[in-house]
């Protein structure tokens, strides 16, 4: 009897021992190449970089269509693999990472923090993934050239005017003082913002939802429409929006301009019913008369140039010189010791994962509840606004998937999240570290010190500081 329980043992260990050797080949065999005259061949960082994910096979979960190894149609690992699949690829995708491979280009600021978070915190790949995949454990060597890439990237290619050479490959980055834009159309977009002859009855404008004496947003839950109307969804800042990739929670909007259109339409937002009765209302105006004619002189007035120029303003609303902003320019004493300590949780924890760049935020669309299911838990109908992006692009992995707000004067923005179930900045902190992050033991000083480091966000909006408590300019 103990000659066969040793021999069924050692078929056993001879099985799995093929079987690891075979993936090995298997593995190496099918993994993304760069080809011969990609520039990554030529750079030693990158192309260490590159081999490391490439041994570990992050493509088998985060890129679509991969080809799997011969198990993937087994039973029972068939429904393991098909739920990791998922998964990965609802958390991240590598196909526009092993596409910046091989065209030897940057990858997003996104996509460099997201690699970055997972690596520091030895996230990948996961352990019963390796119980398979030996080859794919990676060594300390490997990761380092990963980490090392990641900042060679970020000096090269994302570090802004005035950074101190200690931060330059830091996640975050100070905020620039201004965007290229066009003076004169500036100041047309500017007089459109606040004219209430957008809306359909005369009361509102743009301002009346992103008010720029409160943090570029409303302050309420949902934001207040025509005839009192409510809205299903939390208002974003306009502030710094024109560092967002997409506009709206759920990325509808392409640009700045295509954003400015919606609300002037929409029902409960505005309630114009057509672009020429705005252009009517406005022709009556001898500015406006003067002012299309001269910066758009071939275009007929309506939602084209109306909405140009109003995107062109949106572009100055830009807040630099926050005091975190001093600090990563150089001035150490502008932070203190709870809010330095801040940053670095921030950091580890995995917020700068999303939260990164400049505007610390804006750059991708993430799913709402990456490491727990949060609209179960905080309870009451789902709503179409629920869904995100999916209305969209009707595509199952962008369901509850929204832009990542930036955290630029994040203090004066609540409530917070989509559904601004959030009322207090700590509130928000602690869901997000529970749902978004695989940190579920913060504790009541972490939480403080975190919330500490992102009221040092708050920055200046024309020379002038905006007042962390009420939100208006001093």
């Not at 260990?13 to 520039?39: I, K």
């Not at 009346?208 to 309420?220: E, F, I, T, Y």
């Amino acid at each position: 009897m103990k000659r066969i329980v040793l021999g069924i043992a050692g078929a056993g260990l001879l099985a799995y021992g093929a079987t690891v050797a075979y993936l090995t080949h298997y593995d190496r065999a099918g993994a993304p190449q760069l080809p011969t005259e990609s520039p990554t061949q030529h750079n030693p960082v990158t192309l260490a970089a590159f081999n490391a994910l490439d041994e570990a096979r992050c493509d088998y979960c985060h890129t679509q269509g991969a080809a799997l190894p011969f198990y993937a149609s087994l039973p029972g690992a068939h429904q393991l693999m098909q739920h990791d699949l998922h998964e990965g690829l609802r958390h991240f995708r590598m196909e526009p990472v092993i596409k910046a491979f091989r065209k030897g280009e940057a990858p997003s600021e996104e996509q460099l923090s997201r690699i970055e978070e997972v690596i520091q915190q030895n996230r990948m790949p996961p352990a019963q993934y390796l119980l398979m995949h030996w080859h794919a454990h990676l060594s300390g060597d490997q990761r380092n050239a990963i980490l090392d890439w990641v900042k060679a990237e970020r000096r090269a290619h994302y570090q802004t005017a005035g950074v101190s050479p200690a931060f330059a490959a830091e996640p975050v980055q100070p905020i620039p003082e201004s965007l290229p834009v066009d003076k004169d159309k500036v100041a047309l977009g500017e007089k459109l913002f606040f004219d209430k002859r957008l809306s359909g009855d005369g009361t509102l404008n743009c301002a009346s939802c992103h008010g720029l004496d409160k943090g570029g947003v409303d302050n309420l839950v949902t934001a207040t429409g025509i005839k009192g109307q409510k809205g299903p969804i939390n208002a974003p800042t306009v502030y710094n929006s024109a560092y967002n990739i997409v506009q709206f929670w759920n990325g509808r909007a392409k640009t700045l301009a295509d954003q400015a259109a919606g609300p002037v339409m929409n029902p409960k937002e505005m309630g114009s019913h057509d672009w020429s009765e705005v252009a009517g209302k406005l022709s009556s105006d001898p500015y406006y008369t003067d002012a299309f004619a001269r910066l758009y002189p071939d275009q007929p007035v309506g939602k084209d140039v109306i909405t140009d120029a109003i995107a062109e303003y949106e572009k100055t609303l830009i807040t630099p010189d926050s005091r975190f902003d001093l600090y990563l320019k150089g001035d150490t004493s502008a932070l203190n010791a709870q809010e330095k300590h801040g940053y670095e949780l921030f950091k580890s924890v995995g917020c700068s994962g999303c939260h990164n760049g400049p505007a610390m935020g804006g750059g991708a669309m993430e799913v709402m509840g990456l490491e727990g299911d949060y609209f179960h838990e905080r309870g009451g109908a789902l709503t179409d606004a629920d869904g995100g992006r999916i209305a969209v692009t009707q595509d199952e992995l962008d369901r509850e998937r929204f832009l990542v707000p930036t955290l630029r004067n994040v203090a004066l923005t609540g409530p917070w999240f989509h559904d601004g179930s959030a009322k207090t900045l700590e509130q928000a902190v602690r869901k997000m570290a529970l749902y978004q992050t695989p940190r579920h033991d913060l504790s009541d000083n972490d939480i403080d010190d975190i919330t500490a480091f992102l009221k040092t966000l708050t920055g200046r909006y024309n020379g002038k500081p905006l007042d962390a408590t009420s939100g208006a300019a001093q």
